[in-house]
Structures are given as C-alpha cells and as structure tokens.
C-alpha cells in the first residue's frame, strides 16, 4: 500500500522548543521533501532530499534543518522553534520527476 | 526564481456548470505542468499532468497548455459538490527538478 506517513499529526509547542517532525515512506521512493502551506502562500518547499545524506535547500530553508539517514524515512527538525513557524508542515516523496505523494500533514503551533 | 500564480483566487460554481482555473508562470524553460487538488484537512493529491503544449482530457478534467503564453488551465466540466476544494497548480523546469506550486484555487460548488 503507497502511503507516506506522518507524525505526529497535531504538535503544540512554546517558542524557544525544539521540534521533531518525522516522516515515512513504504516505496522505496528516493526522492523526499517537505513543505509548509500557509493560507495564501500554497506549498513552499523547505527541503528536498535525493537520497540518503543527499539533501538540497529548498525555498524557505532558514529556521529549519534535516536529517535522512534511511531512505525511507525524512525528519525536519526546528531549533528553537518561533512562533511564525505556525503551520502545515506536509512531508512527500516521489520517483526522480515524478509526482510527489504527500503525506496527511503535520498542524504545528508554536506559543 | 520561478513564479506561478493562480487566478481567481476563490470561485463558486453551480453544480453542472463548467469551471475554468487559471495558472500563469514566469520561466519558459519549463517542461512539467501540474494539477493537485486538496480537500479540507486533506493531502494534496495529483489531479492530471502535461508535458507538450495543446490539451489533454482524462473524464470531466481538462488541461490546456499554452507555452507561449507562460499560461495553462484546467476546465471541469459537469462540476460536482464532490469537486469543491483547494486546486494547486505546479510547474517544473524538467523532469529532474522539483515543482514550484501556486497558492490555490478555492472553488466551491453549490447544488
């Protein structure tokens, strides 16, 4: 069964924590990526990963750092998260050029 | 660093009427071009795709690409109160690169 999966699916944190967003995926897909939707922003890509220990900066990078040490799982980790990293966080993976499949998403506040 | 938008930024439609959504970009280079739909609290998921420039039909979804005009649509036709959510399109420079999506669509259809 395709499926990327996130966890945690709903995260309260103050501003200044630390923040761990995991992801898997069951295709052996080498392609991963997260993004944060906003209202009004779409889907802005924060990091890709081509592979294991392969990973490219996105668009909104700052604020935020991964780690893919096993193919099949991606984390996105927040140092001292702030407040304006309220969001959707949305976690995908594809084939190289294919279309992404995404996971259900992860609602982040930050207090 | 590419642009794409989307208009109009929000539409209802009466059920059984034909939509049209909008998505311009700014790169001519780009080769992929995409449709993602959302529903509320859901995961994007892949609607239709297109490669070459004239349309392409997959049941009551429509995409038409017109490269010159750095512009492509999707048209649905017989629209559903099922077809109400969030339409993202996406567009990519190739196959080997990631897809810079727009900030939605939000159509709804009322019986």
């Known amino acids: 069964d395709m499926k990327v999966t996130q966890m945690p699916r709903y995260l309260i944190k103050r501003m200044g924590e630390n923040v761990l967003l995991e992801c898997g995926q069951d295709m052996s897909h080498e392609t991963m990526y997260w993004y944060r939707q906003d209202p009004g922003l779409g889907l802005q890509l924060i990091y890709i990963s081509y592979d294991v220990d392969s990973n490219s900066e996105g668009d909104i990078p700052k604020g935020y750092r991964v780690s893919r040490k096993k193919r099949e799982h991606f984390s996105l980790i927040l140092d001292s998260a702030k407040t304006n990293q309220t969001s959707v966080y949305f976690c995908?993976?594809?084939?190289?050029?294919?279309?992404?499949?995404f996971g259900e998403g992860t609602r982040l506040s930050v207090l | 660093q590419q642009k794409v938008q989307q208009s109009p930024e929000s539409l209802i439609v009466p059920e059984g009427a034909m939509t049209s959504l909008n998505c311009t970009f700014s790169?001519?280079?780009?080769?992929?071009f995409a449709w993602y739909r959302q529903h509320s609290g859901k995961a994007p998921k892949a609607l239709m795709s297109?490669?070459?420039?004239g349309e392409k039909e997959e049941g009551r979804f429509t995409i038409h690409l017109n490269k010159a005009s750095l512009h492509f649509s999707l048209h649905i036709r017989d629209s559903q109160p099922s077809d109400s959510a969030l339409y993202l399109c996406a567009v990519s420079i190739n196959s080997g690169t990631y897809q810079r999506f727009g900030t939605g669509t939000k159509l709804q259809v009322v019986p």
């Open positions: 995908a993976s594809s084939l190289p050029g294919g279309a992404p499949l």
């Open positions: 790169d001519s280079a780009s080769q992929y």
């Open positions: 297109i490669f070459s420039n």
